[in-house]
């Protein structure tokens, strides 16, 4: 009776396999070609192998070039923010001694004050006296220069956005700037008026720089734009004046020869009113 059970489990365990590898597909052993997916290449003969591999060296030069601008260029701004922060550190121990020094100049005016006086105005003294001191003793609040910002109206400027620039510049025009850039504060905005054709407030901040920043590097641009817009306001002979003025102060070769063509245009064009 055991025998005739295992024999017919056995049995039934046969079926089933045999069923269920009926449910396996066949593999494949061919695929049909698609005749339009099918692609021919063709290996590239010399002179194209030539004309890459002459594309590929100038695009490396260029690369290379350009990281070394960058370098360059990485160089200066840390040379600038260097200065700018050695000027802070220094900037601390300036105002202490002129704040000493008007505290001296003060006090010995005081002192002169009251031995001017007579007693009937000596209580009015002493009150005018006190206020001044008031008025030295007042801490102002610290005005920080943003480099952010300077970069910011410089990439405003490059971009023609001149409104939005020349706020920028006024704004850093308030916060003390640092000796090195505010005749490049100036000059901005002397640029800026001057693409506006608001020739009289640009003329301002050139004759600025000639006046104040007579040393910086903004001196002989600012008599060459000032030479262009008293030209263009019909002056031709102030203009003149001018740009022979500058060439006196012995500029460098490359500006010398700009006042030079700039010259000999103006004397070229006929007189004309001012626009």
């Not at 939005?164 to 006024?170: A, C, E, M, P, Y």
Request: glycine share 4%; with cysteine.
């Amino acid at each position: 009776m055991k025998c005739s059970v295992k024999n017919n489990l056995v049995i039934i365990l046969a079926f089933v396999l045999c069923g269920c590898s009926g449910y396996f597909p066949t593999e494949k052993t061919s695929w049909p070609i698609n005749i339009g997916e099918q692609h021919t290449w063709y290996p590239p003969d010399e002179t194209a192998l030539a004309q890459r591999r002459a594309n590929q060296l100038w695009l490396d030069n260029l690369t290379h070039e350009i990281e070394i601008l960058f370098i360059n260029h990485a160089s200066i701004s840390d040379q600038e923010i260097y200065l700018y922060k050695s000027i802070n550190n220094v900037n601390p121990q300036i105002n202490a001694m002129k704040f000493d020094y008007e505290q001296k100049i003060e006090s010995e005016s005081e002192r002169k004050i009251r031995m001017k006086k007579n007693l009937e105005m000596s209580k009015l003294g002493f009150i005018s006296a006190e206020a001044k001191l008031k008025k030295i003793m007042t801490v102002k609040p610290t005005i920080t220069f943003s480099v952010d910002d300077y970069n910011t109206a410089m990439r405003y400027f490059k971009d023609g956005l001149l409104k939005k620039s020349l706020k920028t510049f006024l704004n850093l025009s308030k916060q003390n700037p640092p000796l090195f850039l505010q005749d490049n504060i100036q000059f901005g905005m002397g640029s800026i008026y001057y693409r506006l054709k608001k020739y009289a407030m640009a003329k301002n901040h050139f004759q600025k720089i000639l006046d104040d920043y007579a040393r910086g590097d903004k001196r002989f641009i600012s008599y060459f734009m000032l030479g262009l817009i008293h030209n263009v306001q019909g002056e031709k002979s102030r203009a003149i004046f001018l740009l022979e003025e500058a060439l006196d102060k012995n500029p460098p070769k490359k500006m010398t020869n700009s006042i030079h063509r700039l010259i000999n245009i103006i004397n070229d064009e006929p007189s004309h009113a001012p626009s």
